[in-house]
């Protein structure tokens, strides 16, 4: 790793630290510095990291529409990488903050090609989260026959990872639909 590299890690530690404690714009100075160390030795995993933590930051601040724009950045940034933990990981703060902007529709597709790249990884945890989520947003959306479907398949799908308490609120929530 290289010198600037490992000043790009520091502080983008430093910013977390920041960021704990609420010190957005603190923070985001951070974020920046770790941004372009990885920029500067083609680090993705940070450059994206980097992208989504300033956006967390702008949203803590209400700049809903910066936020937005960054992590369209950050997806854009991981696609033309290949950088498929990166993509899921960007894919998925994006229907987040879809999901906070009452968008559910946005959110369900970012959700849904999150979901899609969290399967092909085998991450079994990035999975029940998008799982539930879609799920959620279809219940918001008063869909209640997809939302149950989704539930079902986070039910499978924690049944399979041997999960009995996720599986035990998946349940729940289907029941409840």
């Known amino acids: ?4 590299l490992e000043s790009g890690w520091q502080a983008f ?3 977390q630290q920041l960021a704990s404690v609420s010190k957005s714009a603190e923070a ?5 510095r770790a941004r372009a160390a990885a920029i500067n030795d083609g680090d993705i995993p940070l450059q994206c990291a980097a992208l989504q933590q300033i956006s967390f930051e702008l949203q803590a601040t209400g700049d809903h529409c910066g936020a937005l724009a960054l ?3 950050s997806v854009a940034t991981a696609r033309n990488a290949n950088a498929h933990r990166e993509l899921c990981s ?8 879809c999901r906070k902007l009452e968008q559910p529709e946005k959110g369900r597709t970012y959700f849904e090609e999150s979901l899609s ?3 092909k ?3 079994a945890t990035a999975t029940g989260y998008l799982l539930g989520n879609i799920a959620y947003l279809h219940r918001m959306q008063g869909c209640l026959r997809e939302a149950l479907h989704w539930y079902m398949q986070l039910v499978a799908h924690e049944q399979h990872a041997g999960s009995k308490a996720n599986e035990s609120a998946a349940l729940h929530s ?3 639909v």
Do not use: C, K, N, W
């Not at 985001?28 to 920046?32: A, R």
């Open 1 to 4: 790793m290289s010198a600037q």
């Open 13 to 15: 530690a430093t910013g």
């Open 28 to 32: 985001i100075v951070y974020f920046q």
């Open 71 to 73: 992590l369209e950045e």
């Open 90 to 97: 960007s894919l998925s703060s994006l229907g987040q903050l």
């Open 117 to 119: 790249v969290a399967q």
């Open 121 to 123: 990884l085998g991450d």
């Open 174 to 176: 289907a029941a409840t």
